[in-house]
């Protein structure tokens, strides 16, 4: 179905749900990045906070259950989910998830609401058809089947039940077995609490948590780091002064632990590969109340400038940014520790991106598996004897993470792997490295490993 010339001209978002339909086409038919594409949405300030919350969920949510939502509508739409337009398929999508998954929103507000979008951004027919489709779901919704119930594949039920591809529900299941991998599919489907680490150089975990609870925002402790919060309610940073002040950056408990395993001292040089937006390098800072130099590299300039503005915001010192290749970078010295956080297939992170899911491939792991070796070399190259060496990727599949490692020290008998036991909590541990997974965390799924060189 094609779009009129008269919806084009109507295009520009009116309410939340205008806005958050607008993401969802640009993430649909132009591979944008939904996170992204959502930020620069809610940049502008328009919307109440509520809204925000709203536009939010609506555009997280259709994306993260698309999977389950195309299962369900493909029996409703007769011509087949193929036959429409991005506009209005995405527009039964939000419908749709409204009606099953948010019980605040009354369903035929829901309907009535799609129905207005389908008149802006279809042709003649599409509020007709939006109409017709969300009102026999909503009079059958009580009925509607569980995929579990009625595949007999457990891939297919699976990745219908729980809204992931098959090729990863099968990759899962072989690993974890039905009962786990049914745990982290839920997982995934989570909205993901957003973690905040505090900077001790301007204030502790007590002292934040009380701020911010007077700002009415709803966080608690994180169960592994003593740096670590949980925003348990919705927090738009920018609004929040404590954020402008650089009282606490943006990141994940998980990450947090990546730095704490590191355990850089003073007066130490530290190189961080792969570096931006920074949240490690200035972790590191932190932990040494800036004793010590960081050389933050990066080989995109951009992303460089995100981590010089974040340096700067958290108040920071002696961490030098050098774009440059990681794995072909050149120093005219050695360095006391080595940190590649090397870029890795992100399927660690599917509850907090949750395009990802549907962007990702066996490939995709495949592809990546050669920089990952380059940037660990890289980093080796410029380590002293001595040295501490961490490798860490935000991924839960072993040919990232424990199988590199084991590569890597297959080819370097100069190196040993240490105990990460010995510097994190127990609870994070699996076979001597950090392996976090979000159904078992609640976190996100991380890997990591603390390596030595012996001479």
């Avoid at 301007?202 to 740096?227: C, F, N, P």
Wanted: some cysteine; proline content about 5%; aromatic content about 6%.
């Amino acid at each position: 179905m094609s779009v009129s010339a008269g919806s084009r001209r109507r295009r520009r978002p009116k309410s939340p749900r205008d806005v958050a339909l607008n993401v969802l086409y640009h993430v649909d038919t132009r591979k944008a990045f939904s996170d992204l594409q959502l930020n620069r949405a809610l940049k502008t300030g328009a919307l109440e906070t509520r809204d925000v919350a709203l536009v939010t969920e609506i555009v997280n949510g259709s994306i993260r259950w698309r999977g389950r939502l195309d299962w369900i509508l493909v029996k409703y739409v007769a011509a087949g989910i193929d036959t429409l337009s991005p506009w209005v398929l995405n527009i039964l999508r939000m419908g749709l998830y409204q009606i099953l998954f948010l019980d605040r929103i009354p369903p035929h507000a829901a309907v009535d609401e799609s129905v207005k979008l389908a008149k802006r951004y279809g042709h003649s027919g599409a509020a007709g058809l939006v109409n017709a489709v969300l009102r026999r779901v909503l009079r059958e919704r009580a009925s509607l089947a569980d995929p579990e119930d009625v595949i007999d594949d457990p891939v297919r039920a699976l990745a219908a039940a729980y809204s992931h591809p098959e090729w990863l529900v099968e990759r899962w299941l072989e690993r974890f077995g039905p009962e786990e991998t049914r745990e982290l599919l839920m997982a995934d489907n989570l909205a993901p609490p957003m973690g905040l680490r505090v900077n001790p150089m301007k204030t502790d975990r007590e002292t934040l948590r009380k701020s911010l609870e007077a700002a009415g925002v709803e966080v608690e402790a994180g169960a592994y780091s003593r740096l670590a919060l949980r925003v348990r309610g919705n927090l738009v940073p920018a609004r929040i002064p404590e954020f402008a002040d650089g009282q606490f950056f943006i990141q994940d408990e998980s990450e947090t632990l990546v730095v704490e395993l590191l355990g850089p001292e003073e007066e130490e040089t530290v190189l961080d590969l792969c570096a931006a937006p920074g949240g490690k390098a200035c972790q590191i800072q932190e932990s040494r109340s800036c004793r010590g130099r960081v050389l933050a590299v990066d080989v995109h300039g951009g992303r460089l400038r995100r981590v010089e503005e974040n340096v700067e915001r958290m108040g920071l010192s002696g961490i030098r940014c050098v774009q440059a290749d990681g794995a072909e970078l050149a120093l005219a010295e050695s360095v006391d520790r080595v940190l590649v956080d090397a870029p890795c297939s992100g399927l660690g992170v599917l509850a907090r991106r949750a395009d990802a899911r549907w962007r990702k491939t066996r490939a995709s792991i495949r592809a990546l598996l050669p920089l990952q070796a380059a940037l660990l070399e890289g980093g080796a190259n410029h380590l002293r004897p001595g040295g501490t060496l961490v490798y860490s990727v935000c991924s839960i599949e072993p040919e990232e993470g424990i199988a590199q490692v084991r590569r890597f020290l297959e080819a370097h008998p100069d190196y040993e792997r240490e105990d990460a036991g010995e510097r994190l909590p127990e609870a994070t541990i699996r076979d001597g490295c950090l392996f976090m997974l979000p159904h078992k965390h609640r976190t996100d799924g991380a890997f990591a490993a603390r390596l030595r060189r012996k001479r």
